[in-house]
C-alpha cells in the first residue's frame, strides 16, 4: 500500500504540525454573514444562533457553517465537504447533544452558492504539481483555523471534539484527526473516504477518483517528490497519530472509493475501530452512516 517515495512517518509528524503552526500563525478575522436571508422554502436562520461564517484570512476568505447546541458547553463535531464543495447542516447531531461546525475551505463555496459554477476544484491537481507546497496543505490550513477557532468558544468544551465527512470529507476527517490528534481528537467518522491507498490504487483498473492525481504526474510512473506530496495526504501515512476511535464505511456498489482502497486502512488502524459494509451501495453520502457516526460520537466523544 505504501510507496518507496512516501515520506517517514517522522515526516508526517512534522508536516502536522507544521499545519498546525502555521495556521496559528495566519492572521484572520472572523465574521458572521447574513445571507442567504430566511424563506418558506428553506429555511434555517430561525435557528437560534445557527450562521454562516466568514474566515477571512490575508490569503482568502472561506466559509463554515455555525450550528451551536441548545445548551453548553457542548463537545464539537466538525464536518468536511466531499469535492463538490458541497455546503452540510447536521441538525440531527445537534439534537444529540453536539455543536457542529461544516468547513469549506479554500472558499469553493459560499453562502450563495458555489464560487466557480462548473466546480472545476483543484485541490489535488495543485497538491501534485506543486509537489505538496499548495492544494491539500492549504486546504487542511484553512480547516486548522476554523477548527481553533470553534474549539475556543465559550459554548464548546473544548477537549471533547471530533472530525467527520464523506468522500474526500471522510479523508479529510481522518487527516484533520491525526493533525489534532496530539491535541486530543476523541473519534473520526469516514464515510466511503477518499485519500487513502494512492499506491495501491494506481494499478487499478479503473482508479476512479484518484485518476484526478494520477493524470497530472509529469511521469507514467510520477515523479518522487509527486508520490513524496500524495504521501503527506495519503490516510494510510497516517495510521501511526490514528490511535482514537475511527469509524468507516464502504459501499458495495462504489466505483470512486471502493471498499478495496478503504478494507487496507480499517486492518492498520490501531485503535478501537468499526468497519461497515454497505451491500448495495455507491458512492454518496449515506444515510446508515448519520445514524452510525450519531452513536459513535455519543459512545467516543
Not at 46 to 71: C, D, K, N, V
Not at 220 to 225: I, K, M, N, S, V
Request: aromatic share 12%.
Amino acid at each position: 500500500m505504501l510507496h518507496p517515495n512516501y515520506p517517514t512517518s517522522a515526516d508526517v509528524d512534522a508536516w502536522c504540525e507544521g499545519i498546525l503552526d502555521a495556521s496559528a500563525r495566519r492572521a484572520v478575522d472572523v465574521r458572521p454573514v447574513n445571507a442567504p436571508q430566511y424563506t418558506y422554502q428553506l429555511g434555517i436562520r430561525h435557528i437560534a444562533g445557527t450562521r454562516y461564517l466568514a474566515f477571512q484570512t490575508p490569503e482568502r476568505t472561506f466559509y463554515g457553517y455555525w450550528q451551536p447546541a441548545s445548551a453548553g458547553p457542548a463537545p464539537v463535531l466538525f464536518h468536511l465537504p466531499g469535492y463538490g464543495a458541497e455546503m452540510s447542516a447536521h441538525p440531527e447531531l445537534v439534537v444529540e447533544g453536539f455543536n457542529v461546525l461544516h468547513i469549506n475551505p479554500l472558499g469553493y463555496c459560499t453562502p450563495e452558492g458555489a464560487s466557480d459554477p462548473e466546480r472545476k476544484w483543484t485541490v489535488m491537481q495543485d497538491t501534485v504539481t506543486s509537489r505538496g507546497a499548495r492544494g491539500y496543505v492549504e486546504w487542511l490550513s484553512d480547516a486548522a483555523i476554523a477548527v481553533q477557532w470553534a474549539l475556543g468558544q465559550d459554548v464548546v468544551e473544548r477537549s471533547r471534539f471530533g472530525f467527520f465527512g464523506s468522500s474526500q470529507g471522510g479523508g479529510t476527517a481522518l487527516l484533520l484527526g491525526s493533525i489534532f490528534s496530539h491535541r486530543g481528537t476523541r473519534a473520526v467518522a469516514a464515510d466511503v473516504p477518499y485519500l487513502t491507498g494512492f499506491a495501491f490504487m494506481r494499478h487499478q483498473t479503473d482508479p476512479a477518483a484518484y485518476r484526478t492525481a494520477f493524470d497530472v504526474m509529469t511521469a507514467p510512473d510520477g515523479h518522487p517528490e509527486e508520490w513524496r506530496a500524495l504521501g503527506f495526504v495519503d490516510t494510510m501515512n497516517h495510521v501511526h497519530r490514528l490511535a482514537m476511535p475511527v469509524l468507516l464505511t464502504a459501499g458495495s456498489e462504489d466505483g470512486v472509493t471502493p471498499p478495496v482502497s478503504i478494507e487496507p486502512l480499517f486492518a492498520a488502524l490501531p485503535g478501537t475501530r468499526s468497519y461497515t459494509y454497505l451491500h448495495g451501495q455507491g458512492h454518496t453520502y449515506t444515510m446508515p452512516f448519520l445514524r452510525l457516526a450519531a452513536a459513535w460520537f455519543r459512545l467516543h466523544v
